[in-house]
Each structure stands twice: as C-alpha cells, then as structure tokens.
C-alpha cells in the first residue's frame, strides 16, 4: 500500500507525520511513503537525512496578509493544487494524510478531486485554519487532544493522541536509565529547534537566584546558534555543570535523564514529555496562532500534568524559584511527572494507521 503524508512546515507538523511513517512501513516491507512539503519547511533538511521520499509543492498562508499578498498566496494555492495532483497522479496513492502546515491543503484538496482516501491529522487544543477547512472534505480527523474535538464534524472525529516517533517510544520502554550516576538534579531546557531567545534570556537571569544550588543542579540547554556564546558564558561565569549546546541530536536520552524540563508547549514537545513521563514548566509561545500554545499547556495544567509561566510575568526570579521549589519537592515533582504519563498516548501511530487501513478494506454485504 501507498500512504502520502501532506504538510509540515515545522517540527510540530512534520513528526507526527514521520512517527505515522514509521509505524506504516513497519506493518509490511512493501508499503511506501511519499511526504510532500514546501521548499521552505523543516521537511526538507529532516526528511532527506531520515531517507524518506519528498516532493516539493507551492504553498502559502493566507491569514493576516493584505489583499495583494493573499492574491499572490491564493495563486500560490491554485499553482500548488496543480502540482499536488501530477504528484499524486505519479504516486498513485491508496490514502493521503494531511497533518497541518501550508503544504496539506492543496494536497488534500487534490486528492478529494481524484477520489483518493484522506484524514488529517490535529495536533493542538485549537485547529490550525488548514485543519478546520480540511476536516469537511476528509473521511476523518484524527485529534490529540479532547480541547479541539468542538471544532470538527463530530460524525469522523477521533482522538487519538499525537504519534510520537520510535526513538522516543524505544527510550520510554526501556524504564529508567542506565547511564544515571551520581545525585544531580538535571534541567532540561531547549526551546525548539531553533532556541527560543526569552527563555534563553530567562535562565541566564535566573542563574544569581540560583547559585546556591550550583553544586546539586547539572543542566542541559539548547540555545540555537544566535545566542549559544552568551548562555554559555553566563553559565560559565557562574560555576554551574552545564552542557550548552545549539542543537540536541539525541533528544530521547535527553528526556531520559531529566528531572525536570523548561520548554515551549508545542504539540510535538507536549507528546514526547508526557510519553516520557516528564514533569514541565511550559513557557508557551505567544505568538502562536490563536494562542494555542497556552491552550495546550493548560489542557494539562488542568490535569495536574505540569506548570507554566506566561512570557509576559517572566522574569529570572520568577523562574528560580519554580526551580528551585520542584527541586525541593521530589513527591510533587513524581507526582506531576506520573498525572503527565497518564495524559500520554503511546500507541497514538498504531490508532491512525490502523483506522486509516480500515477504510480502505472493502465494505462486505
């Protein structure tokens, strides 16, 4: 069977696209996969390394644009229409799944046009505006979280949770870790794949306030590149065990060893810390459209799953002592880390594909 996966953009659209990949191609040796993204989108640096097939479309937003440029972007769409159906032409594919991002549109638009098969695929508490006009030409909405279901056809609706890739699935299973020594208290903080410059700044003015526990707390921080030298001076400067790096390759064993994580509350990164079991403190973005960030971190502060800090109150004391109390509090960190794990879905791939091939065995009687 063939399975086109539409859309990306960024990491919080394309993993979960990449995690359904990795359960479709395990169910038979001779299934395929052909992702199709935009040129501009994260898609094309991950996929080609990750060996997957990818075509490239036009595609662009219209929301929030003047009147030219949603002219330029609706030719865009028609332009990427075209291409999107000389690609699945070629492909020929059994079932297409757009999973939010410019790309999906035009590619799930085309594919009701030829009569193909076509799910998406909702990855926050409030649907991207692909997601919600998409919903009403496909055969199902595969959602992550109960928050967003009121916004799709609820006749096609199905929660699923977000697939979560096998690296980190194979790391949840293997239990505790082994390469643990010694009784530091390990901070995890990243902000995305490119850094997050506020968070950045945050821990740099949160070190003073935390100097007193320099010698208990080993920390990891992924800055990005543009300010990578200068949290690695502060923390230098300070005399804290820290691993300052632009990029975490491994993010799995990152997650392994961390008691406590500062991130964003993108969907992926919401997956991947309840998979892990991981108790947060969420600094949503928030700039996010529709402010879904905040909505995602909220969905599980209402579970007890977690802790935020809005960007607007952040301040370096402010974070400290977050910090420093979850550091003094080993039942209520536990705690939280074990209300997260239970939010988790881990068999989230295995439910998409598994409906998505239901579909598309013939109808008896």
């Known amino acids: ?16 696209g990449i995690a359904v990949a990795e359960e479709f191609l395990a169910r038979d040796a001779n299934n395929e996969v052909l992702f199709v993204g935009t040129e501009a989108g994260i898609e094309a640096r991950v996929l080609p390394r990750r060996g997957y097939r ?5 595609a662009a937003g219209m929301r929030g644009k003047s009147r030219l440029s949603q002219a330029r972007s609706m030719a865009m769409l028609l332009y990427g229409y075209a291409q999107s159906r000389k690609i699945l ?7 297409v799944l757009g999973v939010g991002g410019y ?15 076509r799910f998406i695929h909702e990855q926050n ?6 997601n919600k006009v998409l919903a009403r030409f496909a055969e199902g909405v595969f959602i992550s979280l109960e928050e967003s279901r009121t916004f799709f056809p609820q006749g096609n609706t199905m929660l699923t949770g977000n697939p979560v890739r096998h690296e980190i699935l194979a790391d949840v ?18 902000g995305g794949s490119a850094g997050a410059h506020s968070i950045n700044q945050s821990m740099i003015a949160a070190l003073p306030s935390l100097g007193a526990f320099r010698d208990r707390l080993s920390v990891t921080h992924q800055t990005g590149e543009k300010d990578l030298a200068e949290v690695r001076e502060a923390y ?17 064993a990152a997650y392994r060893t961390a008691d406590l994580v500062l991130c964003r509350a993108g969907a992926t990164t919401i997956a991947e810390v309840t998979a892990c079991g991981k108790t947060c403190i969420f600094i949503p973005y928030p700039h996010a459209v529709d402010d879904h960030q905040r909505r995602n971190a909220e969905a599980l502060l209402k579970k007890g799953a977690g802790f935020m800090l809005l960007e607007q109150e952040l301040s370096g004391e402010r974070l400290a002592r977050m910090i420093v109390e979850l550091m003094e ?7 939280t880390g074990r209300c997260a794990k239970r939010l988790a879905r881990l068999d989230a791939a295995q439910v998409i594909v598994d409906e998505m091939l239901k579909e598309l065995q013939p109808t008896k009687g």
Do not use: W
Request: aromatic share 8%.
């Open 329 to 335: 509090d080993p039942e209520r960190l536990e705690m």
């Open 236 to 252: 230098q400067r300070g005399g804290f065990k820290a691993e300052v790096i632009p990029f975490i390759d491994n993010m799995a």
């Open 103 to 117: 790309a999906s549109g035009p590619v799930v638009m085309a594919a009701r046009g030829m009569q193909i098969r």
């Open 89 to 95: 032409k070629g492909f020929r594919p059994d079932v």
């Open 1 to 16: 069977m063939r399975l086109l996966i539409a859309g990306g953009g960024t990491g919080g659209h394309l993993f979960p």
């Open 173 to 190: 299973q293997k239990g505790e870790d082994e390469d643990r020594s010694g009784n530091d208290f390990r901070l995890l903080v990243f």
């Open 125 to 130: 508490a409030i649907p991207g505006f692909t």
């Open 54 to 58: 990818l075509e490239y479309i036009a």
